[in-house]
Structure formats: C-alpha cells, structure tokens
C-alpha cells in the first residue's frame, strides 16, 4: 500500500480516508463497524470524523460518529492500525450556537472526543472551520495545549481562505504549533474552494490536503441521473440543483472513462482525486460494502494522461 505524508507530521496513510459522517446516521452500528473492519482489511488506515457527526439526523445530537468509531476500536483491538482524524469548532446543538475555536471550548470539547473514541490520543485534530470572532494565536496556544498534554499528534484545518489559512501558518512561525493539513470541499464538480490560491498555498508549504465531499454528495456516483432518482437516497434531495447541463457532462466524462476501464464513475471519480498532484487523500463515506469495494478500487486504477485531461476539462 502506498503510503503519503500529512504534511510534515510524520503521520503516514493510505491514498483514500473514510468519512465517518454516515455512522449513526445512514450506517447503524453493526453496518459500520462492517465497513471499517473492511477498510482496514484493504490496506487503508485513515478515519475521518468530528465532534458535531451526525447532529442533523433526527433524534442526534452530535457525537454519535465519535461514539462508533471509537465502541469499534475498542472491540477490533485495531486502534494500532489506524489514523484517527477528528474535528472541533463545528455548532454543537443545545451546547454551542456558532462556530466556535475559543480555547475554552477546544479545552472542553476535546475531552468528550476522547471520551467518545475511547483513546488517549487523537493522530489528527481539526479546526473544523474558521472562526472570526477569535484570535488566531488563541486557537493555536490552545491545540499547543493539547499536543504538549499528549492528547493531540498534529493538527489540521478545514473550509479556511487561502488568505486565512497562509496567516494561520505565519502564526506557526512564531513559535506556535502548524496546521499540517488541510480538509476542503473538493471533487470534479466543486473545485473553486479548493483550485487556485488554496491549492497553491498547499503545495508550497507541504500541506497534507484531505478532500471532503469527494464523490459530491453521491452526484458523481451516476446513481442520479434524473428527477426520478432522487428519492434514492437521504441526500437526493440537494442533487436537483447538479442535473443541469455541466452536471450532466461531468458524468458522460465519468461513463466513458469508466467504460474504458470495465469500472465505475464513483471509483474513477475518485481515481481522479487521487492523482491529483499535492492531494493526499480523498475522504470517501460508504454504507454498504458493495460501495466501499467501488471506492477501494480507485487506489488499484490508474487513470491516462489523456483520461485526467478529459476529466479535467469536462469538470472545469
């Protein structure tokens, strides 16, 4: 398996993490504990949750994805094998109404994610998303807080400016503890997030780059291809805006790649991701094995020059 760099944290994982947003959400329990016994079983060892996964199920409340990930590590016995990234900084229902990176609240809320996953340490801690109404320095002394108790590896952002982001890394200069990844909306439908200043800045100062969204909600699975295909699924609801003509071009892209490779657009979406020069690894969430096998078989395709041009331009 091959094996890239968070940044220069010195933590090494596979091409491809797992979302854990879908736990106590679209996956029970016994469904995700499944799916991670088989992601570990094919090589991969990135996990990617947050404190706030799955508040907006009904009945959650947040910490639910935390909460089985970490009753699996402690029944598999495979915490040695895994990565854990978590995040904070997220609104929390009937505990915290903003987006929130005060260091009182990182203080308080990385105990309960330890709590939850069950571990005494967490590989990799997100600021989850930016936050104005607190300094930068006062985030950061925070996380250094946490790496020096030895309850945090590395730390991480995600959905920060390129500007934000290049004075949170300034910040590192001084003494204060860097943001070694960072976590954005990316896939070959929504690239302005990410494509550009942001990008840039990543490649330059070595930033591990963990794309969310990879597979665009399931858009760029094929499974929605019209109006009757949105019910078929918790999140078909969104795809309605996608079916327009760059939507629908994007996956005549994927179907041809796909063809010409006896695979799936989900897996040459991915694929697509995977190769992208700076990108270390798509996060991909799956609830069934059937989806997970899709996934996992982006690490083993290859995709032509003349293929990721296609893609590139049919997505642009």
């Known amino acids: 398996m091959e094996l890239r760099n968070l940044g220069r944290s010195g933590i090494r994982v596979g091409p491809l993490a797992f979302g854990g947003n879908v736990f106590g959400w679209t996956a029970d329990e016994a469904t995700s504990f499944r799916l991670l016994d088989a992601f570990v079983d094919a090589g991969l060892n990135l996990i990617d949750t947050a404190d706030c996964y799955s508040s907006w199920a009904p009945g959650n409340k947040g910490?639910?994805?935390?909460?089985i990930l970490?009753?699996?590590l402690k029944r598999s016995g495979k915490r040695?094998?895994?990565?854990?990234?978590?995040?904070?900084?997220?609104?929390?229902?009937?505990?915290?109404?903003?987006?929130?990176?005060s260091a009182a609240w990182i203080r308080e809320e990385v105990e309960h994610s330890l709590r939850r996953l069950q571990i005494d340490v967490i590989d990799l801690y997100q600021s989850h998303h930016d936050d104005l109404e607190t300094p930068q320095e006062e985030t950061l002394a925070a996380h250094a807080e946490l790496i020096k108790a030895g309850k945090v590896r590395a730390i991480g952002a995600s959905n920060f400016s390129a500007e934000r982001f290049a004075s949170a890394l300034k910040l590192s200069e001084q003494g204060l503890p860097r943001y070694e990844t960072m976590q954005p909306r990316f896939n070959l439908a929504d690239r302005s997030q990410y494509e550009g200043a942001l990008e840039d800045l990543c490649r330059r100062e070595e930033i591990g780059v963990i794309s969310y969204s990879s597979l665009a909600s399931g858009f760029l699975t094929g499974k929605y291809r019209g109006e009757a295909d949105l019910s078929k699924s918790?999140?078909?609801?969104?795809?309605?805006?996608?079916?327009?003509p760059a939507g629908l071009k994007v996956l005549d892209a994927?179907?041809?790649?796909?063809?010409?490779?006896?695979?799936?657009?989900?897996?040459?979406?991915?694929?697509?991701l995977i190769a992208r020069p700076g990108l270390t690894a798509p996060i991909a969430s799956a609830t069934s094995l059937e989806q997970l096998e899709d996934q996992v078989a982006a690490i083993r395709l290859t995709l032509a020059a003349d293929e990721i041009k296609l893609l590139d331009e049919a997505g642009r």
């Open 63 to 67: 910490g639910e994805s935390e909460t």
């Open 70 to 72: 970490g009753n699996w």
């Open 80 to 101: 040695g094998k895994v990565v854990v990234a978590t995040k904070v900084g997220w609104e929390m229902p009937g505990r915290v109404q903003r987006k929130d990176l």
């Open 234 to 244: 918790a999140r078909g609801g969104g795809m309605k805006a996608r079916l327009n």
């Open 254 to 272: 994927l179907d041809r790649v796909a063809k010409a490779h006896g695979s799936s657009p989900t897996t040459v979406a991915l694929a697509w």
